[in-house]
């Protein structure tokens, strides 16, 4: 069995290696578009693998990926049956190929939002990194038509040594165009990208504080780093009592990859995430809930022993390293993460917070019951908030009201959860 505390939150479904660009950077090391792809799961297939999810694991966040998902003609067929599941569905894309036709379909069929990639505000600097001139162009006229209907969407931004210094500006061409959310993702030189070269240690520190120190200056826009554990230690250091680290820990912030988190190729195999490429069972042979609650190389990340110096870091319990760094330096995924310039000072182990146990917090019931309709890959996050918001107010009941305006904050008042079945999701 899999420990509350190791549920699936995410799984991202790579339907195609084929896409529209060249990226640099790409994990996958994508075929060109007209590749032909004879392996690739099925439309019924995947439906019958979202079955399974929404029978064991229906509070997952589900993330189809490619390539580029959009050269899939059966695309809205699978957001369709997912929704009918009750299943958040949401697309990671380019955002080139984003029409306002197929906009409105991709809505129309139950998505419930896309990640859009853009690496630089310099049309020519993106268009280089993506391999192909005009994409820049193209992904700008895609937002403008997810924003006219309404589409929830997020922006991607990958960073490098040549854009790290673009980090505050694509929070603001964030705000303005009206995304919910960005990640920025720190890049794992695995497939294509081993040709592009990792950001150097210093830029990956600098970037981080600079991350926290934007999403505690906008607090109405999600801000965070992808596949950057070191955030949770550089948190601490900046400010050890600050909510941020009240709210968090290993749930989302270190390595989540075979505890919260896995992926399936467009071959149906299973791994750890995009970046670990050694799969534990292929999903045309075992059953995906089999995989995710048996394989040894999940149960040996949720209890992950570490060596070298993230062995006996006193943030291990706050980051842990990046697993899959290592493997991609040629070593096992227990290594030491060799990209973190830390070094550990033979402290004691800092825990991160579970609970806020001592803080005497009461639920109201109608705010118990509001918490219990919002996603469960979600609502460990926001209990914490929560809990943290009303910690700070110097209150201890927690009511609606509290919820409302934690996320007014954030969301407004269109909130994903709060939306009529139309939406995807059940009030």
């Not at 994990?27 to 439906?47: G, H, Q």
Request: aromatic share 6%; hydrophobic share 35%; proline share 4%.
């Amino acid at each position: 069995m899999v420990a509350d505390s190791d549920q699936l939150q995410i799984i991202a479904i790579n339907l195609t290696r084929r896409c529209n660009l060249a990226c640099a950077h790409c994990y996958l090391d994508a075929d060109d578009l007209t590749t032909p792809s004879p392996n690739e799961l099925t439309t019924d297939e995947v439906k019958g693998l979202l079955d399974q999810i929404a029978l064991h694991h229906d509070q997952t966040m589900v993330v189809l990926t490619g390539g580029e998902p959009l050269i899939r003609k059966d695309l809205e067929a699978i957001c369709s049956h997912g929704k009918q599941l009750g299943l958040m569905l949401v697309i990671g894309s380019n955002g080139a190929l984003l029409t306002e036709r197929r906009v409105v379909s991709l809505k129309n069929a139950g998505a419930m939002g896309i990640g859009i990639s853009v690496d630089s505000l310099d049309a020519s600097r993106h268009d280089a990194f993506r391999g192909k001139p005009g994409s820049w162009h193209k992904t700008m006229t895609g937002i403008e038509h997810c924003r006219k209907h309404g589409l929830d969407f997020q922006i991607h931004f990958s960073i490098t040594d040549n854009n790290y210094h673009e980090i505050k500006d694509i929070v603001l061409f964030a705000r303005l165009s009206g995304a919910r959310v960005v990640n920025f993702f720190f890049i794992i030189c695995t497939g294509r990208a081993e040709s592009v070269g990792d950001i150097s240690a210093h830029h990956y520190e600098a970037s981080i504080k600079k991350i926290i120190q934007l999403q505690q200056q906008y607090d109405d826009l999600i801000i965070r780093p992808r596949c950057a554990p070191y955030f949770k230690r550089i948190a601490w250091q900046m400010a050890p009592d600050s909510a941020l680290n009240r709210i968090s820990g290993m749930e989302g912030d270190g390595c989540i990859a075979g505890s919260h988190y896995c992926r399936v190729t467009p071959e149906g195999e299973v791994t750890a995430c995009p970046y670990i490429e050694q799969s534990v069972g292929n999903i045309r042979q075992q059953d995906f809930h089999s995989i995710w609650t048996t394989a040894p190389d999940f149960l040996s990340l949720r209890n992950p022993q570490l060596t070298g110096k993230c062995g006996y870091c006193e943030f291990r319990k706050l980051c842990g390293g990046c697993r899959a760094r290592p493997l991609a330096a040629g070593g096992h995924i227990m290594d030491e993460d060799a990209s973190c310039d830390y070094l550990p000072q033979g402290k004691d182990v800092i825990q991160p917070v579970t609970d806020f146990a001592g803080a005497d917090l009461v639920w109201s019931d109608e705010a118990h019951k509001r918490l219990g309709r919002i996603p469960g890959f979600l609502r460990a996050m926001i209990k914490k908030r929560t809990e943290s918001y009303v910690i700070d107010l110097g209150e201890q009941l927690i009511t609606v009201e509290h919820m409302q305006q934690l996320s007014a904050r954030r969301f407004g008042d269109d909130l994903p959860w709060k939306r009529p079945p139309s939406g995807g999701l059940e009030p």
